[in-house]
């Protein structure tokens, strides 16, 4: 007798098994090698988690009741596969080029990126799938209580709903773990599980082992070869075949349309696919898998529906007759058919529905909530992979609930197909954007949300026990003709015939008709120019002359590269051409190729042949990919122009810090020339006082001798304090220390003051318009006195006229006054100009000057205190200043500020 | 527009080979029709309305020698197209209309 513990470590090692090869998979996998772990026979071998435990148990139990309609689950998925031609070689060669992830991600992708479409198929596939986990966990609890029951006999307590539980508990818990471990070890860019796929083409084999194993078991053990079965058959309840025909291709269609869509197969048949060749091979090697998994389904039924005692549950025949017929073996054997058949299929299932959920929901969710341009890319992967492994183990948690919740129902088949029914609403849209490029997201999105809704209603809802019997038999809301298994008054077809027909129908009417009356977005157009041209142009290199090409799209694209305006323009220009002022240009071959040396110039040759290429159908360059690029360029183009500014900056401040340099060394040659120049100027009285006070320290002086000489050397100690002054003040004024005495006062006053002072009313002759001069000003007005008496000194000093005149012209120019004072002498030669303002800068004989030459510095440091400047006019015929000084001192400077 | 556009240097007659590999696809694409035809109609024949229920063994007989037989023709489709794989460079699902047939 087999114990049950002695189950629990079988399925314990069988699960060990499991983890060896698929770590052994991954391990050889990233290695590189082991090519034969991507052959047909590893592909066609993992098509097979098709075969759940539904099919593996239920189908019996199907045979059972109602004779060859399990069938149609086989027989469904075969036409699509020997149709491969048709659409799974479209679906593979797209999901292939574009790196499809799953069916959400294809969905929304030819729906011009729409993610509320993705949404959508997520939520409707995990409603589809979740009920099909819970079957899933009922099958395995339910073969593991039969072994258990099975034990009771000699003498352990049967199972109760508690072990059921507690069995699917650890059951969902140990498949979690796996699919984690398995099925989110590293996060592929093409989303392919090595080791999850060898696990799973294992698990087919032994599941195939298993069923062939119970049926050769029971048509040559039991009932005695092939003819007996027949016999057996022709003997047994459903001897005779009598289908509804509605029914019959409701199924086939509604298996079809299940292998198409269902998120799990297309995982193994899409995302995990590495070879397009493998499709072909499977082709005829997977129906050749479903009918060896369909061979003995009746023949087993039959035989157990003759030999079990009545009552006993056809589900579990393939496990119940080999134990009744004392075969603990085989039993042992099924049980783990039916184990693998279930693990297959949760485990992928979840990886399918973990990648939408973290893709489509839940990056999306993270990704707008986090402030914008802050993400690393590494943060990003760990919210991938931390967000998949949540949904897994959320995935297999409603399972497990829903498992609880339903109680664990008898008919396995009917949730299966409950199921098939749910996904299948994906069908119209998914053919749609294969084939009919005038296919919309809005006709997507009304379709699926009309064939959701009506699933929900007619099947689903029911099939969870939600609708009470008045509900069915009254209506919704008591009106009769919103019977959910009767929409309209059509009760003449069996629930699932009803309710395919009405939301498959209704979800294509409207799929078509919204597609019909809406405009696409451009990226949904070349989107769908991509999907349903996905095998055109392989060979067109030549030039453009297909005529796929469309107006819009290129416009798009180019305005994206050279900017709206002079897309337009160019488009405007050709459409002039062409003679069509009013719309787009045809696209004719010239235009393209001039489009595309056009594009060239701004990303490339290479790049804008691949766009055109893109756009013609031609390459298999995703639309993403194209405006990635496009951004990218023009994110380089703005680098560049970043870089040029930086290097602009940087030699900007080179020179500044060169021109810093010039300065400082040109005044430390100042500084040098300045203190050779002091002392040079303090050594000459200094020298004159040292003599001629050595001649009056002789003997024999004559007073008036004495007199001369010490009236020299007061002359000359006189100089030295000028000069010490002088100097003293021009270190104040370049310090910028001193104060400033500000007052109110008037112009013509303070020239009358510097005339007096400077003495210069009999030397010179004065010509003022003193009514001019009249303008108050505010500064400090003992400085510009300063300035004044120096520049009317100067004129009396140098100016070589014979009668020296001295014009005096005052006026206001803007805030300043500007007075100027031009003499009639000869002027300052050229040359010179630049230095007069300097130190020391005496121009002729120091001697008729006496004086130290510091004046005009002195006098542009105090013209620029307050807040103006001292200028030589070049162009006038004597020497002639100009003094601008602000009528307001303080105003310029908050100015300037 | 210039008509359906030929190729350059697309000869007006294929080789053999390009011509044979496209037949096959043909065939590849008409098979699912031939195992809908032997799928379904059995359904009609045997629907209890008009005539006498068909019975179970028979029809299991028939479905399995059918689904065998198309089986058997998709091995050999699958194995002759990967035969002439090199005889057509484009994999397009339709050849240009007009040329070469």
Redesign the interface.
């Known amino acids: 007798m087999v114990t049950f513990n002695f189950l629990v470590l079988t399925a314990l090692a069988y699960v060990a098994l499991l983890f060896v090869v698929a770590f052994w998979a991954d391990a050889r996998a990233s290695r590189g090698g082991a090519r034969w772990l991507r052959s047909p026979l590893t592909y066609t071998l993992s098509l097979s988690v098709y075969c759940t435990a539904w099919t593996f148990y239920g189908a019996v139990g199907n045979a059972a009741r109602s004779?060859?309609e399990y069938?149609t689950i086989y027989?469904g998925p075969?036409?699509?596969?020997?149709?491969?031609?048709?659409i799974l070689r479209k679906l593979v060669r797209i999901g292939r080029a574009r790196r499809i992830t799953s069916i959400a991600d294809l969905i929304s992708s030819r729906y011009g990126k729409s993610s509320a479409l993705a949404v959508l198929v997520t939520l409707l596939a995990l409603a589809g799938t979740t009920p099909y986990i819970a079957l899933q966990l009922q099958s395995v609890t339910l073969s593991f209580a039969v072994f258990a029951n099975a034990s009771a006999d000699a003498g352990v307590a049967r199972w109760d709903q508690s072990d059921l539980q507690t069995t699917a508990f650890w059951v969902a818990s140990g498949l979690a773990l796996f699919t984690i471990l398995f099925g989110t070890r590293n996060l592929d860019t093409n989303e392919r599980h090595h080791g999850v796929v060898t696990a799973i083409a294992l698990e087919a084999v032994v599941k195939l082992v298993a069923l062939l194993a119970v049926g050769v078991f029971v048509v040559w053990g039991v009932s005695g070869g092939i003819g007996d079965t027949?016999q057996i058959?022709?003997a047994?309840p459903?001897?005779?075949?009598?289908?509804?025909?509605s029914r019959?291709?409701g199924m086939?269609f509604l298996s079809a349309a299940a292998i198409i869509c269902l998120p799990r197969m297309f995982q193994v048949m899409v995302v995990e696919y590495s070879d397009e060749?493998h499709l072909?091979?499977a082709?005829?090697a997977f129906?050749?898998y479903l009918?060896a998994m369909s061979?003995f389904v009746?023949p087993i039924a039959v035989v157990g529906l003759a030999v079990l005692p009545d009552g006993a549950n056809p589900d579990l025949f393939v496990l119940t007759l080999p134990l009744e017929l004392d075969q603990e073996g085989l039993a042992v054997l099924a049980f783990l058919g039916g184990f693998s058949s279930a693990t297959s299929m949760v485990i992928v299932a979840a990886i399918a529905l973990s990648t939408m959920i973290s893709n489509h929901i839940v990056v999306p969710l993270w990704l707008s909530s986090r402030p914008k341009g802050a993400t690393v890319s590494g943060d990003l992967r760990q919210v991938v992979i931390t967000s998949r492994r949540l949904a897994i183990i959320g995935i297999l948690g409603l399972g497990y609930i829903y498992f609880r919740v339903t109680g664990g129902s008898n008919a396995l088949s009917a949730i299966g197909l409950v199921s098939f029914a749910g996904v299948a609403q994906v069908l119209p849209a998914l053919l749609g954007a294969l084939f009919w490029r005038g296919a919309t997201r809005a006709g997507a999105m009304a379709g699926l949300c009309a064939g959701f809704a009506l699933w929900s209603i007619t099947l689903a809802l029911p099939a969870v026990g939600l609708f009470g019997p008045d509900t069915l038999q009254d209506g919704l809301f008591g009106t009769s003709l919103l019977r959910p298994q009767a929409l309209f008054g059509v009760s003449s077809l069996d629930p699932l015939v009803h309710s395919i027909l009405w939301s498959i129908s209704v979800n294509t009417v409207l799929f078509l008709l919204v597609s019909l009356m809406t405009f696409p977005s451009p990226m949904e157009r070349l989107q769908g120019v991509s999907f349903v041209n996905a095998?055109?142009g392989?060979?067109?290199q030549?030039?453009w002359?297909?005529?796929t090409v469309e107006s819009e799209d290129l416009l798009v694209m180019t305005q994206r590269l050279l900017g709206a305006r002079q897309a337009q323009a160019l488009f405007q220009h050709e459409a002039a051409r062409q003679g069509k002022p009013d719309g787009l240009p045809d696209p004719t071959p010239a235009f393209v190729e001039l489009l595309e040396r056009e594009l060239a110039g701004s990303v490339g040759a290479a790049t804008a042949h691949a766009m055109i290429g893109q756009i013609n159908g031609d390459a298999v360059i995703s639309v993403d990919d194209l405006l990635a690029v496009a951004d990218e360029s023009a994110q380089m183009l703005e680098h560049s122009s970043q870089l040029e500014a930086k290097s602009e900056e940087l030699q900007q401040t080179a020179r500044q810090l060169r021109l810093a340099n010039e300065k400082l060394t040109a005044l430390s040659v100042q500084k040098d020339a300045f203190l050779s120049q002091v002392s040079h100027e303090l050594r000459t009285p200094m020298t004159s006082i040292r003599s001629f006070s050595e001649f009056m320290m002789e003997d024999g002086m004559t007073p008036a001798e004495r007199t001369r000489y010490s009236t020299i050397i007061h002359d000359e100690s006189l100089r030295l304090t000028r000069l010490l002054d002088d100097l003293l003040d021009l270190s104040v004024l370049e310090s910028g220390q001193g104060q400033l005495n500000e007052a109110w006062t008037n112009l013509r006053d303070l020239i009358d003051r510097a005339v007096a002072s400077a003495g210069a009313d009999g030397k010179l002759i004065l010509k003022r318009d003193r009514s001019a001069e009249d303008l108050s000003l505010f500064t400090d007005p003992d400085r510009l006195v300063q300035v004044f008496i120096n520049v009317i000194t100067n004129a009396g000093k140098y100016c070589t006229a014979a009668s020296p005149e001295l014009a005096i012209t005052a006026r206001v120019s803007g805030t300043m006054i500007e007075i100027d004072f031009v003499d009639n002498g000869a002027g300052i030669p050229a040359a010179q100009q630049a230095l007069i303002f300097e130190k020391f800068a005496r121009l002729s004989d120091q001697a008729a000057a006496g004086s130290a030459g510091l004046g005009l510095a002195i006098c542009r440091e105090v013209m620029a205190r307050l807040g103006g400047e001292i200028t030589y006019l070049a162009d006038q015929q004597g020497a002639g200043f100009r003094i601008q000084v602000p009528q307001r001192l303080g105003s310029v400077e908050k100015l300037r500020a | 527009m210039t008509g359906p556009s030929r190729r350059v240097g697309t000869p007006l007659f294929l080789e053999r080979g390009v011509y044979r590999r496209r037949r096959l696809i043909d065939a590849a694409k008409l098979l699912p029709f031939l195992a809908m035809a032997l799928f379904l109609i059995p359904a009609w024949l045997s629907s209890g309305n008009d005539g006498a229920p068909g019975q179970t063994s028979a029809h299991l007989i028939y479905f399995f020698a059918a689904w065998l037989l198309l089986i058997a023709v998709a091995l050999w489709l699958s194995h002759a197209l990967h035969r002439s794989e090199g005889a057509d460079t484009s994999e397009e699902d339709t050849p240009p209309v007009g040329p070469a047939e």
């Not at chain 1, 459903?238 to 025909?245: G, I, L, R, S, T």
């Open positions: 004779g060859l069938l027989l075969t036409l699509v596969f020997l149709g491969w031609w048709w027949l058959i022709a047994s459903v001897a005779e075949w009598q289908p509804q025909p019959w291709i086939t060749r072909s091979a082709s005829w129906p050749l009918l061979l009746l095998f055109d392989t060979d067109a030549r030039g002359v297909s005529g």
